[in-house]
């Protein structure tokens, strides 16, 4: 049960028990004030960790996407230069990976 009080709501909580045979109620009061600035905090560090973990995920995905994608734009550019009149670029990818393998089919 939640009463109003002078320093904000109160919760009492009466719980029936039995001790040597006889019975009592044990009642416990305790301010809401306290629980809600918990909560509150507990909230705060929440959204403050989620945004945190969203954009250090997001720095690592953008760092980690560049360097996947370079031997691609190394590709490329060589790839480009290649012309009926140059002939003389080659690919120089040595990576054991599909790049790699890819570089390897382009220079046959």
């Known amino acids: 049960m939640t009463l109003p009080g002078k320093n904000g709501d109160t919760t009492l909580l009466a719980l029936p028990q039995n001790y040597n045979s006889a ?5 416990l009061q305790g ?5 809600d600035d918990t ?3 507990l909230q705060r560090i929440l959204i403050l960790s989620m945004v945190t973990f ?6 690592g995905a953008w760092f980690l996407t560049g360097r996947v994608l370079q031997p691609i734009e190394q590709i490329s550019d060589t790839v480009r230069r ?3 009149r140059d002939l003389s670029q080659r690919l120089r990818i040595d990576s054991p990976d599909e790049i790699g ?4 089919t382009l220079t046959i």
């Not at 019975?23 to 009642?27: G, R």
């Not at 301010?31 to 629980?35: G, P």
């Not at 969203?54 to 720095?59: E, F, H, N, P």
């Open 31 to 35: 301010s809401r004030q306290q629980v």
């Open 101 to 104: 393998r890819l570089a390897g």
């Open 23 to 27: 019975p009592y109620v044990l009642v």
């Open 39 to 41: 909560l509150n905090l």
């Open 82 to 84: 290649i012309t009926a």
């Open 54 to 59: 969203t954009v250090l995920s997001a720095l």
